[in-house]
C-alpha cells in the first residue's frame, strides 16, 4: 500500500519573491527542479557539510521558510561507506519535486 499523503505540509503564506539568508543559492541545474506549486518559484537551495535545505517564495520570515531537506547528508553517508560511493547527488531535486507533484495532485482532487 503506498501512502499518498503530502511529505511535509506547506503552511507559509506565498509570495513572489524569496526571503532567505544569503547562503542559499540557485542551483546549476534549475530548470531541472519544479515550480513550487503554491508560490510558484523554483527552491533557491543551501547545501552545507550535514545538510541541504530549499527555501523558494513561501516563507513567514528571513529565517522561517517552507524547506524540503535531503534525506541523507553528504556527512552522514561519509560516516557510513568513508566516501561518497551511494551518495545521491540527485536526492534533495527528486524530493522537492515528488513534494511539488503530490501537492498539486492534492489540491486538484
Not at 7 to 12: A, S
Not at 36 to 47: A, V
Request: glycine fraction near 6%; hydrophobic fraction near 25%; aromatic fraction near 14%.
Amino acid at each position: 500500500m503506498t501512502d499518498n499523503r503530502l511529505i511535509v505540509e506547506n503552511t507559509y503564506s506565498p509570495h513572489s519573491y524569496y526571503y532567505c539568508i544569503d547562503a542559499f543559492k540557485v542551483p546549476e541545474n534549475q530548470s531541472e527542479w519544479s515550480d513550487c506549486p503554491k508560490c510558484g518559484l523554483k527552491p533557491m537551495t543551501w547545501i552545507f557539510d550535514n545538510g541541504e535545505h530549499t527555501a523558494c517564495g513561501c516563507w513567514e520570515d528571513k529565517y522561517k521558510h517552507f524547506d524540503i531537506q535531503a534525506p541523507q547528508t553528504i556527512a552522514e553517508n561519509v560516516r557510513k561507506t568513508g566516501g561518497f560511493v551511494g551518495y545521491d547527488r540527485d536526492a534533495h531535486r527528486q524530493k522537492w519535486n515528488e513534494y511539488c507533484e503530490q501537492y498539486s495532485k492534492e489540491k486538484a482532487a
